[in-house]
């Protein structure tokens, strides 16, 4: 079975129709900017773009990067437009998809949702912890394979910030860090979250799971194993289509 599925970030809209059996992309993926402001207007019209590139007419599958409860209102907007809060997501993006069923999740929870089932997080038990690393932190905290969801974890305090201020990948190229300097940062706030919940594994996804060679290496003194993402920066847009399929049927 195919469903459409769409990761709505901080730079980009990107989608693309995701094969359910396989936990992988049917076809490329497409992307188009994210609008500057990152209105409910503005982001709609980018995710209408995407999913016409195909001529999709089934169900959509979108992820949201912010806290989304009841499956579609957003109560949060750390890296977009603050006009998102309390916006009915679901009718939103139904309507100006003439119509089709849509579902919304967080980005982070869904791209741990397809790692836990296809992904580095398979078959693992007790305590896992997923953190995206890009415009902000996402996190996704399972335990025994279930999703406690809207954690926000990127939001932690440390030393006196917010911790995705910090450790973000948009920290790292805002002020021009090497990856050793922000593979430091990174492991502080490892170290931290690991003192609040002594997870078995952290699986390090978002844009940087594809380069975990150049900064994995410098983290030290972690106790819990520390993986890339397997379905790296497209875990969000299968995930996203797995919510969609889960609430379909
Ligand atoms: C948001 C989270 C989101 C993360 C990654 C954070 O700023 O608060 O909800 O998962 O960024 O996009």
Known sequence: MQIFGLDIGGSGIKGAPVDLERGDLAQERFKVLTPHPATPDGVADGVKQVVEHYGWTGPVGLT?????????????????????????????????????????????????????????????????????????????????????????????ELHGHDAEKRASSKAKEDEDLTWEHWAHRVQKYLAHVEMLFSPELFIIGGGVSRKSHKFLPHIQGIKADIVPAQLQNNAGIVGAAMHAAEKDG
């Not at 992904?119 to 902000?136: E, H």
């Open 64 to 156: 949201f990067p912010g806290v989304v409860t009841d499956g579609s209102t957003i109560r949060t907007a750390a890296n977009v437009d603050k006009s998102w809060i309390d916006t009915d997501a679901r009718a939103l993006f139904s309507d100006r998809l003439g119509g089709l069923p849509v579902t919304v999740v967080n980005d982070a929870d869904a791209a741990g949702v397809a790692e836990m089932h296809f992904g580095a997080g398979r078959d693992r038990r007790g305590t896992v912890i997923l953190l995206t690393f890009g415009t902000g932190i996402g996190s996704a905290v399972f335990i025994d394979g279930r999703l406690v969801p809207n954690t926000e974890l990127g939001h932690l």
